[in-house]
């Protein structure tokens, strides 16, 4: 006898997403998170009075109309959440050598600032987003069957990109190199060169930000919470601490799992929200996949990870320059081998890295910025380089809690060069951190149990996207995934995925899953001293209580 109807591995955004959908449609659901708090990705942490989240920093397609939008209200969470707009006219601060490109919201705005940078590359840069638009459009179309027209164009525009990386995307239409670094820019968001990156996922990244881009008020831990207070109010139920150790399979179907602690839930539907190596490789065994899987696991690379800077800072940060949008500096122009070098251990070798990503979490909410006490005036930053796990692979073996020296040595060598490197950009910075903490691609792999530290699943290159990559169904009856290496990654890819998921399980449409009318979701701005005033008295919570 089954104790539960679904059970979910992770609690990451497709996990919970897929829970919530599958409880609200009568499902009796159980997530098991192996961390203390819920959220994978999405979970906030405090250090020293200091609050961080390691992996959501803007999020698109909130606005009225847009994809993510509709899933939160439909699944009705949209009530728990409050986004903050970051500046609309740079959400993203591209800067390659000295020279700065601001990416305003709207697409036509970002074509006229591109022109008014790079006004010789004006054609280019009609032609570079007509293509971007058509594939994007082309992409949505071909899975309307109800109008069997605008399904053939749109293949039309996909199958001509098909193969295609990004780099090739953008170097149809242009040549100047600084144009192309640019262009380039928001590459961070899928962790790889834009010559290795499937056309597709380049286009879509870019495409998913035209309308601005948003941050959770109080920390991305509100994303999870407003999930799980869902979730509770269906019925469904998450163990936080419950790490799977091997799912129950017999004649390739899945009965349930068996946690670490030796205990077994039974279950008819399992849905893994972790990624394949861990789902078919450990907790499924090798021994146990056909030898086609068998293969596609074994020939499967893995996206960046990266060092981690979390830091407070005394300084006046607005003073400084910055604003709520993020900031992208890349040494010099060829962004393709800044990237290239972040997939392996490049960066050790560097005196400071050569790309590098930073965001003011105090500037994109100020609910977070600290008013008394000793933190009074102090700004949250968290601070990327990419670098390959084989850095630290080393040190792989040793137990968090009680690493090394030398792999405590090497870190603070590590976050002196970041902080050296943003020195460069704001000056004088190093004199007022008041404290930092470093994570590394081992620091992902506890925490979120990344197979090599990767932070977007699998590499999105064309011959690992769309049906090439992973989708819900498994060849085990009953076991279904989510996740980065599925339908797409980032905070709306996952969130996809797990409507995805649900579907599949249901065999449903999406309409039938997310119902109408539920809403409530606010969007204030960042910049705006009124918006601020409203939320000053937005309650510190811990990220644990939900």
């Known amino acids: 006898m089954a104790d539960y109807d679904v059970i979910v591995i992770g609690s990451g955004a497709g996990g919970l997403t897929a829970a919530v959908a599958l409880a609200q449609a009568g499902k009796k659901v159980l997530v098991l998170e192996q961390h203390d708090r819920p959220g994978g990705w999405t979970h906030s942490f405090t250090l020293n009075g200091y609050r961080f989240s390691p992996g959501v920093h803007y999020i698109g397609d909130l606005q009225e109309g847009g994809g993510l939008r509709r899933i939160y209200d439909g699944l009705g969470v949209s009530g728990d959440l409050v986004f903050c707009e970051l500046n609309p006219d740079g959400y993203d601060h591209i800067v390659v050598g000295d020279k700065q490109i601001d990416f305003p919201k709207g697409k036509e705005n970002l074509i006229e600032r591109l022109k008014s940078h790079f006004p010789h590359e004006a054609q280019g840069i009609d032609g570079y987003f007509t293509d971007l638009t058509n594939m994007i459009r082309g992409l949505r179309n071909i899975g309307r069957l109800n109008k069997p027209l605008e399904a053939a164009k749109g293949a039309g525009n996909v199958l001509k990109w098909l193969r295609a990386t990004g780099a090739d995307l953008i170097n149809a239409h242009v040549s100047d190199p600084v144009l192309r670094g640019v262009l380039a820019g928001q590459s961070g968001d899928h962790g790889l060169p834009p010559s290795k990156v499937s056309a597709f996922m380049h ?35 998450i163990r ?14 899945v009965l349930g799992v068996e946690l670490e602690s030796g205990e077994e839930i039974r279950a008819g539907v399992v849905i893994s929200n972790a990624d394949p190596e861990v789902t078919f490789g450990k907790l499924i065994g090798r021994e146990n996949l056909s030898a086609k899987l068998k293969r596609k696991l074994d020939g499967l690379t893995y996206s960046t990870s990266c060092l981690s800077l979390f830091f407070a800072t005394d300084m006046d940060m607005r003073a400084a320059g910055l604003d709520s949008g993020n900031m992208w500096y890349y040494d010099h122009a060829d962004v393709d081998k800044i990237y290239a070098d972040g997939l392996t251990d490049a960066l050790l070798r560097e005196e400071t890295p050569p790309g590098m990503f930073l965001t003011v979490t105090t500037l994109k909410d100020p609910s977070k910025m600290h008013t008394h006490g000793a933190t009074a005036g102090h700004h949250t930053c968290e601070s990327f380089a990419f670098v390959g796990h084989e850095a630290f692979e080393q040190w792989a073996h040793t137990r968090y809690g009680a690493r090394p020296a030398d792999y405590e040595a090497m870190k603070e060598d590590l976050a002196w060069r970041m902080v050296r490197g943003l020195e460069k950009r704001i000056p004088g910075l190093s004199k007022h951190i008041v404290y930092w903490s470093l994570g590394t691609p081992l620091s992902n792999e506890h925490y979120l149990n990344a197979t090599r530290g990767n932070l977007y699943g699998i590499e999105k290159s064309p011959t690992q996207v769309g049906p090439l990559g992973f989708t819900a169904r498994t060849e085990f009856e009953g ?19 797990g409507v995805e998921a649900a579907k599949a399980v249901l065999n449903c449409r999406t309409r039938d899953l997310l119902r109408e009318g539920g809403g409530g979701m606010r969007l204030l701005s960042a910049d705006s001293s009124t918006d601020m005033k409203r939320i000053n008295g937005w309650a510190e919570e811990d990220e644990r209580e939900i």
């Open 479 to 497: 076991l279904f995934l989510c996740g980065q290496s599925t339908t797409s990654h980032g905070v709306a890819g996952v969130t996809a995925s």
């Open 203 to 237: 286009a879509g990244i870019t495409e998913h930000y035209l309308e601005g881009g948003y941050y959770p008020m109080g920390g991305a831990f509100t994303i999870p919470r407003a999930f799980v207070r869902a979730l509770k109010r269906s019925g469904g139920q």
């Open 240 to 253: 936080l601490g419950s790490r799977v150790k091997r799912m129950l399979i017999e004649e390739r179907k």
